[in-house]
C-alpha cells in the first residue's frame, strides 16, 4: 500500500545568470518521479511538488548540482537551556541531526547549538521544536541576545542557589545524623534524630529539589538515551525508597536518607560551582563586546549630536575626543592622534594617526581630536568580525573531542549494567541486600561523565578568547588542534617577512638616457598597476615630480613583467631573467652586486630595429620587519622548520633568507605555482603551514595542512586561512602554536583526569570503597576541576 503524501518546499539557489538556468534546473527537477517544480529566476528559488513516497529530498539537492547550481546551506547558533550534562548533549545533537539535510554541533561548555540546515528543508522552528521535543529548551542566538541571556543565565544562578541552600538546610541535620554513624554509636546513632522526622527533611529535596533529575532522565529515555539525570534519579531513588521502606514497616536496618539529600544537595553545589567556572570561559566575549561604546558623537548639518553607536552609518563623520573609544570602523579625516589597539593586536605601543589612516572600533583615542569618516559599521566592523570568529572556534568540536562525545554516548547504560552486577554480585557474595543496594547507589554516583564532556570545549573557549585578546583569531577548534603538529611552516617573502611596502632603493639608468627620463619611462609603464613594485615605482615618480606619459599596447606577462608602448616606442620592464629571454643584453655583474645586497632588480629596455636595448635597471628593497629574525628563531627554537617561497631571483632569495636565518628557500615561484610548491613539501610526510597576506597566496593557504593569514592581508587570503594574525607579526605565528600546545596540554589534562576519576572511581564503589555521599562529592568536584583546570591556560602568555 503506497502511503506516500504530497509535500511542498521552496529551494533558495544560488549561481543562476539568466532565465535560461532557471528552465535548466526546471527540466531535471521534473524528471524526477513524483516532482512538480517551478524555478523562478527573479526570486531564485525553486518551488516543488513532491511525492515523499517516490522522491527524497536529497534526490531534489542533487538534481539541482548536477544542473551546476548550488543550495546554499544556513547557519545557526541555538542557545539551549535543561542541559545537565554531556550526555545531553549528545541527545540535542541526535534530535537535530534527525532532520533533513541538518547538521549539528552542541558545545557543552557554552550549552550552544551551531546548526547548518538547508532553507526550505528545515526552518528555524523547526530545529527549537526538535530540541523541545528531546525535552530540551531553545532558541535564537542573534547580536541583541547576548545581554538578555547573560541575565537569563544569572537569574537561573540565583535561582538555583537558593534551591541549594533550602536543600542544603534539610540535608544538614541527616549529615549530623550520618557523622554519628562514623563515631562508632552503631545502631544507636540512629535515634539522634527520629527516623519519621529523617523521611519528612529527605522528601522535599528528593522530590521537590531533586525534581529536574526525574524530569531529565524521563526526557533522555524517552528520546532513547542516558544522562547524567538516570544515574542521580535512579542512585538517590533506590536509596530512598529502601530507607522508606524500613522506615514505614519498622524494619532493623539502617536507614540511608542522608546519602539520597546528600547526593542531590552536592551535584546542586556541583553544578552551580561549574556553573559559576564556565561562565568565566567565555569572559574574553564579554569582554570584547563591552569594548564597543553605546553612543557616538557625529556631526550633521555642521553640528555635533549624540547618537547611539547602532544608528551610525556608512559615511558618517564622527569624532572622538581623547580617552574616548571610537565607536565603528573608519578614515582620519581630519586632526592627529595615537590610537591604543592593543585590544586588535595585543600591542600595548600606541598607533599614530593623521588624515587617511585607518582606525577601528573599540580602540581607545589617547591623544588629539579625531574625526573620522565611518568605513564599515555594525556586524562588518573589524571588532564584530574578531567577535563572530571567536564565537565560530568556540562553538566548534574539535577532532580529539570526539573520542570523549563517543564514550560519553554509550557510558550511561553500560553504567547502569555495572550498578545491577555490582548489586547481583555484593548480594550473592555477602548476602547482605542493603550492602549490596549501597555499592550499587555509589557507582551509580560516583559514574557521572560530565568531565568527559568538559573536558575538551572548555578548554578551546579559553583557548580561543586568550588567542584573540592577543591578537590570534583561530578561526575553528580543529584549526587549534592541529597548529600544535606544524613541524615544517612555509613563509611568504613579500608582505610576510619584509614589511609589504617596497621602496625604490637605487636608479641606475645606461646608455645616455637621463635619470629623470628613465624614472619617466619605468612609471608611466608601471601607471595603473596594483602590484608592490609597481607602487614602489610610481612613489619615486610622485616624490620626483614627473608627469607620466599615456601608454598603449600593454601586455602584462603574469609573474614576469610587461610590453607596452610610448609615444610609438615599444618597452619591456620586468625581471632581468625576463629581459634576457627577449634578448635584451644585461650587465650581469651590475644586476648580481644589487642582488647580492636583497634588493629585487626591474631592468627596462627599448625597442629599436626589433631589437632590444637596455635603459638602466631599478633596484627596490622591502624592508624586513623588525620580529621577522627574532620569529624564524624562535619557531626554529620550537623543532619547526621554516622555508621561505618568494617569486624573486635566486640571488635576493638567498640574501633575505640569510638575513633571517632561514636555511631552505624556494625563489623565483610564480603566484600560480606557489600552492603546487606547499603541496610538494606536504608530500615529504611532514605536516605543514603556510603564511601569507595577498591574495595570489589564497590556493597555497588552502593546500596547506595549517594556513596563517597576516591580518592586514586581503580579505581572500584571512577568509582561505585557519588563522588570521591580527599584529601583522610573525612573531604571533610562534604565539598561535604555542597557544595550540598549550591548549591540546590542557584538553589531555582534562581527559585523563576524568578518564582516571572514572577508572578508579568505578571499582572502588563497587567493592564498597566509597560510601555514596563521598562518591556524589567526588562526581562534583570533577567536573568543577576540569573547568578550573582549562581556567589556568588564561594565564598563557604570548612571546613565551
Not at 469 to 492: C, F, R, S, W
Request: charged content about 20%; aromatic content about 6%.
Amino acid at each position: 500500500m503506497n502511503t506516500a503524501t504530497p509535500k511542498q518546499i521552496e529551494l533558495p539557489i544560488e549561481g543562476m545568470t539568466c532565465a535560461a538556468c532557471a528552465t535548466r534546473i526546471e527540466k531535471n527537477l521534473n524528471r524526477l518521479p513524483g516532482v512538480e517544480a517551478a524555478v523562478n529566476f527573479a526570486s531564485e528559488k525553486a518551488r516543488v511538488h513532491y511525492d515523499d513516497g517516490q522522491i527524497k529530498t536529497d534526490n531534489l539537492i542533487e538534481a539541482i548540482e548536477k544542473s551546476g547550481f548550488h543550495i546554499a546551506p544556513q547557519s545557526v547558533q541555538l542557545q539551549l537551556h535543561k542541559m545537565t550534562c554531556a550526555a545531553c548533549g549528545g541527545h540535542i545533537e541526535k534530535a537535530l541531526n534527525n532532520l533533513p539535510c541538518v547538521t549539528a554541533h552542541v558545545n557543552v561548555a557554552t550549552e550552544t547549538a551551531k546548526v547548518t540546515f538547508i532553507p526550505g528543508l528545515a526552518a528555524i522552528d523547526q530545529l527549537i521544536a526538535a530540541v523541545e521535543n528531546a525535552g530540551y529548551g531553545a532558541n535564537e542566538i542573534s547580536e541583541s541576545s547576548h545581554a538578555e541571556e547573560k541575565a537569563r543565565r544569572q537569574a537561573a544562578y540565583q535561582a538555583e542557589l537558593r534551591l541549594f541552600w533550602i536543600s542544603a538546610i534539610l540535608t544538614l541535620p541527616l549529615v549530623l545524623q550520618m557523622g554519628a554513624m562514623f563515631t562508632g554509636h552503631g545502631m544507636a546513632a540512629m535515634d539522634i534524630i527520629p527516623r519519621w522526622l529523617q523521611w519528612l527533611l529527605a522528601t522535599p529535596v528528593q522530590f521537590w529539589i531533586g525534581k529536574r533529575f526525574y524530569i531529565g532522565a524521563w526526557h533522555a529515555l524517552r528520546g532513547g538515551g542516558a544522562n547524567m539525570d538516570v544515574l542521580v534519579a535512579l542512585g538517590t531513588s533506590m536509596a530512598y525508597i529502601f530507607s522508606a521502606v524500613v522506615t514505614l514497616f519498622s524494619l532493623d536496618q539502617h536507614i540511608y536518607f542522608e546519602a539520597s539529600a546528600a547526593i542531590i544537595t552536592l551535584v546542586l553545589l556541583g553544578k552551580l560551582m561549574e556553573a559559576r567556572a564556565k561562565g568565566k570561559t567565555s569572559e574574553a566575549i564579554e569582554a570584547l563586546i563591552k569594548l564597543q561604546p553605546k553612543t557616538a558623537r557625529i556631526e550633521r548639518d555642521g553640528k555635533v549630536c549624540e547618537i547611539p553607536t547602532d544608528s551610525l552609518q556608512v559615511g558618517d563623520i564622527f569624532i572622538v575626543r581623547p580617552g574616548e573609544s571610537l565607536p565603528v570602523d573608519g578614515v582620519v579625516i581630519e586632526g592627529t592622534s595615537s590610537v591604543n589597539e592593543s585590544m586588535l593586536t595585543g600591542e600595548s605601543l600606541p598607533v599614530s594617526k593623521q588624515p587617511e589612516s585607518k582606525v577601528f572600533a573599540a580602540t581607545m583615542n589617547q591623544q588629539g581630536l579625531l574625526k573620522c569618516r565611518a568605513t564599515s559599521v555594525g556586524a562588518h566592523t573589524q571588532l564584530a568580525a574578531i567577535i563572530h570568529l571567536v564565537e565560530e572556534a568556540q562553538g566548534s568540536k574539535a577532532p580529539i573531542q570526539r573520542m570523549a562525545d563517543t564514550i560519553s554516548g554509550v557510558f550511561v547504560p553500560i553504567v547502569v549494567v555495572i550498578s545491577l552486577f555490582t548489586l547481583g554480585i555484593t548480594w550473592w557474595w555477602t548476602g547482605v541486600f542493603v550492602t549490596a543496594l549501597i555499592h550499587a547507589v555509589a557507582v551509580l554516583v560516583i559514574a557521572c561523565p560530565c568531565a568527559l564532556g568538559l573536558a575538551t570545549p572548555t578548554a578551546i573557549m579559553v583557548g580561543t578568547g586568550r588567542g584573540a585578546q592577543v591578537g590570534v583569531l583561530v578561526k575553528n577548534a580543529a584549526a587549534l588542534e592541529h597548529a600544535e603538529k606544524i613541524q615544517t611552516v612555509i613563509v611568504d617573502k613579500t608582505g610576510t617577512l619584509t614589511e609589504g611596502k617596497p621602496a625604490v632603493t637605487d636608479s641606475v639608468p645606461v646608455d645616455t638616457i637621463s635619470e629623470q627620463d628613465f624614472i619617466q619611462i619605468a612609471a608611466s609603464l608601471e601607471q595603473g598597476s596594483e602590484h608592490p613594485l609597481a607602487k614602489a615605482v610610481l612613489e619615486r615618480a610622485e616624490k620626483m615630480n614627473i608627469t607620466l606619459k599615456p601608454v598603449t599596447d600593454f601586455t602584462a606577462i603574469t609573474g614576469s613583467g610587461l610590453k607596452a608602448c610610448i609615444e610609438g616606442t615599444q618597452y619591456l620592464l620586468g625581471s632581468p631573467k625576463f629581459l634576457t629571454q627577449q634578448s635584451a643584453i644585461l650587465d650581469e655583474e651590475k644586476v648580481t652586486a644589487l642582488q647580492s645586497a636583497g634588493k629585487t632588480v626591474v631592468a627596462i629596455a627599448a625597442i629599436t630595429n626589433d631589437k632590444p636595448r637596455t635603459l638602466g635597471y631599478l633596484a627596490i628593497a622591502d624592508r624586513l620587519r623588525d620580529t621577522s629574525s627574532k620569529a624564524v628563531k624562535r619557531l626554529q627554537n620550537m623543532g619547526i622548520h621554516v622555508v621561505m617561497l618568494t617569486g624573486d631571483n635566486t640571488v635576493t632569495a638567498e640574501a633575505i633568507a640569510k638575513l633571517t636565518g632561514i636555511s631552505e628557500f624556494r625563489a623565483e615561484v610564480l603566484p600560480q605555482d606557489k600552492a603546487v610548491e606547499v603541496k610538494k613539501l606536504k608530500e615529504s610526510g611532514r605536516f605543514t603551514a603556510m603564511i601569507g597576506d595577498g591574495i595570489n597566496d589564497a590556493p597555497a593557504l588552502a593546500a596547506a595542512d595549517v594556513s596563517f593569514a597576516i591580518g592586514a592581508g586581503s580579505d581572500v587570503a584571512i577568509e582561505a586561512a585557519d588563522i588570521t594574525l591580527i599584529r601583522n607579526d610573525l612573531m604571533s605565528v610562534a604565539d598561535a602554536i604555542s597557544l595550540s600546545r598549550a591548549t591540546l596540554r590542557k584538553i589531555r589534562q582534562n581527559l585523563f583526569f576524568a578518564f582516571v576519576y572514572n577508572s578508579l572511581g568505578i571499582p572502588l564503589a563497587a567493592i564498597g570503597m566509597l560510601n555514596p555521599v563521598i562518591a556524589g562529592a567526588a562526581m562534583a568536584m570533577s567536573s568543577v576541576s576540569v573547568v578550573s583546570n582549562s581556567l589556568l591556560l588564561k594565564r598563557w602568555q604570548a612571546n613565551q
